[in-house]
Structures are given as C-alpha cells and as structure tokens.
C-alpha cells in the first residue's frame, strides 16, 4: 500500500503529537479508617504508597473524625504541604520526589500515620526519621520508613 504525501504528512504529524504527550499521571487513593483489615485502629489504608511524580493521591474520609495533614519535617525541601479538614476528601498531587511523612491529627498519637514516596530520590530520608512522634505513632512510623527500598537508587 502507497500513502499519498498528504496522507503520509497527516500520520507523520500525529505520530509526533501522541509521542510529544506526557505519560499520564496514575490517581492514587488512601482510605482513612477507624479499623483496618488487618484489626488495627485508626490507620490509613494503605499506609505506605510509592508513586511517581505527578501522581495524585485522594485521602478518603471513610470513616469519620479524620483528616490528612503533613507532619512538620517530613517533607523534601521546597515541597509544598498539606493540611486537610477533619471528615473530608483531600487530593493532593506529588510533583517533587522524597519521603513524605503525614498524620492524622486527632488520632496521631494512637499512630495513625502513613508514608508516601515519590520516584526514586530518597535524600530526606535520614531527615524523615529524625522526626520524634508521640506514643504509637512513633513504632508504625518507624515500620514504615523500614520499609522504603533504597536500594534501587
């Protein structure tokens, strides 16, 4: 089959324009619970997200009485933070790689946390795990940030 000049210009030029378009970004969601599925209290579910840059993740008020927010120091520098208001959904897009570490206030100290990475740079890790956290919190953000594969970077 011989493509007319026209034609062979047209599919030329649209192969370019669907190869110039960005990846899509992936939506993410964070149920906030009063009980997980595997019997513990107040957690984020999933508590621990990796995801790339430009991902959103949408903290859903499943249960109520919680609230998503960052937890001071916990961030890469110059990332923007977030505070949500208690019951309600909050979407939150990543554009910076790092360690973000977040609570849920009212419960924070029955250790309701959760940690998000994004990409593959990890820098503020030591600076993640040098934040002190009250009671429980303490013990599952430990877990968490054991949990982070560094190895591949």
Same mark, same amino acid.
């Given at each position: 089959?011989?493509?007319?000049?026209?034609?062979?210009?047209?599919?030329?030029?649209?192969?370019?324009?669907?190869?110039?378009?960005?990846?899509?970004?992936?939506?993410?969601?964070?149920?906030?619970?009063?009980?997980?599925?595997?019997?513990?209290?107040?957690?984020?579910?999933?508590?621990?997200?990796?995801?790339?840059?430009?991902?959103? @993740?949408?903290? &859903?008020? *499943? +249960?109520?009485?919680?609230?998503? /927010?960052?937890? =001071?120091?916990?961030? #890469?520098?110059? %990332?923007?933070?977030?505070?949500?208001?208690?019951?309600?959904?909050?979407?939150?897009?990543?554009?910076?790689?790092?360690?973000?570490?977040?609570?849920?206030?009212?419960?924070?100290?029955?250790?309701?946390?959760? @940690?998000?990475? &994004?990409? *593959? +740079?990890?820098?503020?890790?030591? /600076?993640?795990? =040098?934040?002190?956290? #009250?009671?429980? %919190?303490?013990?599952?953000?430990?877990?968490?940030?054991?949990?982070?594969?560094?190895?591949?970077?």
């Amino acid at each position: 089959m011989r493509l007319r000049p026209a034609t062979f210009a047209a599919a030329t030029m649209m192969v370019g324009l669907l190869a110039a378009l960005p990846a899509f970004a992936a939506d993410h969601e964070v149920k906030m619970l009063n009980m997980g599925g595997d019997g513990q209290r107040m957690v984020f579910e999933p508590a621990y997200l990796e995801i790339e840059p430009g991902d959103t @993740v949408t903290f &859903v008020a *499943t +249960d109520p009485s919680h609230n998503s /927010e960052i937890i =001071a120091g916990m961030l #890469p520098e110059g %990332a923007e933070g977030w505070k949500g208001r208690i019951n309600e959904e909050l979407s939150v897009t990543f554009d910076q790689e790092g360690v973000y570490g977040y609570k849920c206030l009212p419960h924070y100290a029955m250790g309701m946390v959760g @940690v998000i990475k &994004v990409g *593959t +740079d990890v820098a503020n890790l030591e /600076e993640t795990r =040098a934040v002190r956290h #009250p009671g429980q %919190a303490a013990k599952r953000m430990a877990e968490l940030l054991d949990g982070i594969d560094v190895a591949s970077n």
